[in-house]
Nanobody, 124 residues
Framework: QVQLVESGGGLVQAGGSLRLSCAASGRTFSTYSMGWFRQAPGKEREFVAALNWDGLLTVYADSVKGRFTISRDSAKNTMYLQMNSLNPEDTAVYYC?????????????????WGQGTQVTVSS
């Protein structure tokens, strides 16, 4: 069983930065692939970024490439999302996600483990 707890959300001005953290518990964390999704009001949950069990493989949504960086620290059982050059379109609830395999489409339907979400609001 994997339990996920996000932190680090908040209010930031356009052009600013935030770093989200996802603390994981459970013996299988080190073998799981992890990711971030986000959901804006009235929209479907969408993929943001993901990485494999050792962090050497990463994938990003086109909308965040070059601005966001995903990483993990297995010693701390924690995953991060560094978000730079934020804009109002990045406003959403951000969710931490975990699944056994990195391979395949990173759609919300493929995720068995979710965190509770953390709000990110970017003001113009």
């Amino acid at each position: 069983q994997v339990q996920l707890v996000e932190s680090g959300g908040g209010l930031v001005q356009a052009g600013g930065s935030l770093r989200l953290s996802c603390a994981a518990s459970g013996r299988t964390f080190s073998t799981y692939s992890m990711g971030w999704f986000r959901q804006a009001p009235g929209k479907e949950r969408e993929f943001v970024a993901a990485l494999n069990w050792d962090g050497l493989l990463t994938v990003y949504a086109d909308s965040v490439k070059g601005r966001f960086t995903i990483s993990r620290d297995s010693a701390k059982n924690t995953m991060y999302l560094q978000m730079n050059s934020l804009n109002p379109e990045d406003t959403a609830v951000y969710y931490c996600a975990a699944r056994p395999s990195y391979v395949g489409s990173w759609s919300a339907a493929t995720i068995p483990h979710w965190g509770q979400g953390t709000q990110v609001t970017v003001s113009s």
